[in-house]
């Protein structure tokens, strides 16, 4: 998850939310409920509270029924679904979403998301197999562009360079704010917990905050020796807010409120990418070639580069807002809009290094 991506990811995450509270039309099917009580009597150990709501007889005959028993799960649970963090509970409501939408297919009928998600099929006791499969591919490109910006850094450091190192120490934070955002959805997409959700939302927090932080450092030059302390109070109110912010989540959790201060923080720090981006173009563009011209120059048009994420990002949108029941009960417009952003991080920490490059060369001051 890239400065670039993280707003329009965060925009979504709401848009998930707002089906959560109007979609979940499974949880309230009759069948479903009575689904999960009668494998949670049968197969969990602890199961007093749902015991306690049929009478004695009605459990005998229950208990007896040698074809619903068939349907569930046998305990103990695998070695592998208890690792990814699979309870006896949970595994219930996992075979009911199948059993039921099975049913439902079968008979012509809608399909229903169950608590704001899919029906998934799940594979190898991974609950969302794709979307955790391209989580895991946009952490690559974040690590590799962590790689490169280090090496920048490193080597600026020993040159002398402390200005440019400086600069690319800001965008390396971007690196592993998204590395850890994406290494967090990875975890959540394998089965989602409360705490497995909150920490996927607080990294992808960090990311924009991070983002912010890294666009504030190249466009007001905060790099530079002389601005040494501005840079310092930045970081120090970046930090403040971020734990500022956990900590009301971990008091009150408000969606809501997550949603409105990270996209504040995040139509800022786009503002500003794209402001720079157009000034780089303007400084480095040459005035004897027409804009289609200068545009198509490779030596010009790398400076376009967050004007071009920006805008593959937002045509990625149309997966979430073109929602579909998963194709082969695995790929939903989740995980393709999961994918989608794999290939603008591609070409983000190239463009990071040009700039800095073009900064040394003084082609932006």
Not at 243 to 259: A, E, G, I, Q, R
Request: a neutral charge.
């Amino acid at each position: 998850m890239t400065s670039i991506t993280s707003i329009v990811t965060l925009f979504f995450s709401v848009l998930s939310l707002t089906r959560l509270t109007v979609a979940s039309l499974g949880d309230e099917l009759p069948e479903f409920k009575k689904c999960l009580q009668y494998c949670i009597i049968i197969s969990c150990e602890d199961s007093k509270y749902h015991k306690s709501q049929i009478s004695q007889e009605a459990y005998k005959n229950l208990m007896k029924d040698e074809e619903l028993i068939s349907l569930f799960d046998k305990l103990p649970l695998g070695l592998h679904l208890k690792a990814l963090g699979w309870s006896c509970q949970s595994n219930c409501d996992y075979q009911c979403q199948r059993l039921i939408t099975i049913d439902r297919v079968e008979d012509d009928k809608e399909i229903h998301q169950f608590h704001g998600k899919w029906p998934f099929i799940r594979v190898f006791g991974i609950q969302e197999l794709f979307s955790a499969l391209f989580s895991v591919g946009n952490f690559i490109p974040n690590y590799w562009g962590f790689k490169l910006l280090s090496k920048h850094y490193k080597l600026q450091r020993e040159r002398g360079n402390n200005e440019i190192a400086n600069l690319y120490f800001s965008y390396a934070l971007v690196a592993v704010a998204s590395m850890c955002a994406w290494f967090f959805s990875t975890i959540f997409h394998l089965k989602d917990t409360w705490n497995r959700e909150r920490l996927d939302y607080f990294f992808a927090g960090l990311t924009v905050l991070t983002g912010f932080y890294a666009i504030n450092v190249r466009f007001f030059s905060l790099y530079k020796t002389q601005n040494q302390f501005k840079r310092l109070l930045l970081a120090v109110s970046c930090i403040f807010m971020y734990l500022t912010h956990v900590t009301k989540l971990l008091n009150d959790w408000s969606y809501t409120y997550n949603m409105a201060a990270n996209v504040v923080v995040g139509i800022i720090q786009n503002i500003l990418w794209v402001t720079l981006s157009v000034s780089q173009f303007k400084k480095v563009r040459n005035k004897h070639l027409s804009l289609i011209d200068n545009i198509k120059s490779k030596e010009i048009n790398w400076t376009l580069t967050p004007i071009l994420l920006v805008t593959s990002v937002i045509f990625g949108m149309s997966f979430e807002l073109f929602d579909f029941p998963p194709v082969f009960d695995l790929i939903d417009a989740h995980a393709m809009w999961h994918f989608v952003t794999i290939w603008p991080t591609i070409f983000w920490y190239p463009y990071m290094v040009k700039d800095c490059e073009g900064l040394m060369d003084l082609k932006f001051d």
